[in-house]
């Protein structure tokens, strides 16, 4: 079975940095993207970043552009998302995911076929 295992999450003072992993299997790196998610309480599930795995090409929301950072270490077959800067509104449950090509064009969560269970980030004001 797909699995995708995060962690790092944490709290963290405005300003501040935190570095998320994504464990994943070895099929599950193989997916042509693979990215980031994350939750805030009351809201919409909204798009982070995203990874194109032919190319890798990445993609990012513009409330984060410039200070977080999505890479992956194919010997490890582990993703990160690199956040810096980060800002009370970034305060989220931040989940990895996996999916076809066309996810990583379409940023739909609903093209992203594999989840993992979701970290906890916080950021104190």
């Known amino acids: 079975q797909v699995q995708l295992v995060e962690s790092g999450g944490g709290l963290v003072q405005a300003g501040g940095s935190l570095r998320l992993s994504c464990a994943a299997s070895?099929?599950?790196?193989?997916?042509?993207?693979m990215g980031w998610f994350r939750q805030a309480p009351g809201k919409e599930r909204e798009f982070v970043a995203a990874?194109?795995?032919?190319?890798?090409?990445?993609a990012y929301a513009d409330s984060v552009k410039g200070r977080f950072t999505i890479s992956r270490d194919n010997a490890k077959n582990t993703m990160y998302l690199q956040m810096n800067s980060l800002k009370p509104e970034d305060t989220a449950v931040y989940y990895c995911?996996?999916?076809?090509?066309?996810?990583?064009?379409?940023?739909?969560?609903?093209?992203?076929?594999?989840w993992g269970q979701g970290t906890q980030v916080t950021v104190s004001s």
């Open positions: 990874l194109r795995w032919i190319g890798g090409s990445t």
């Open positions: 995911v996996a999916g076809g090509a066309g996810a990583y064009y379409t940023r739909d969560p609903a093209d992203f076929g594999s």
């Open positions: 070895a099929r599950t790196f193989s997916s042509s993207a």
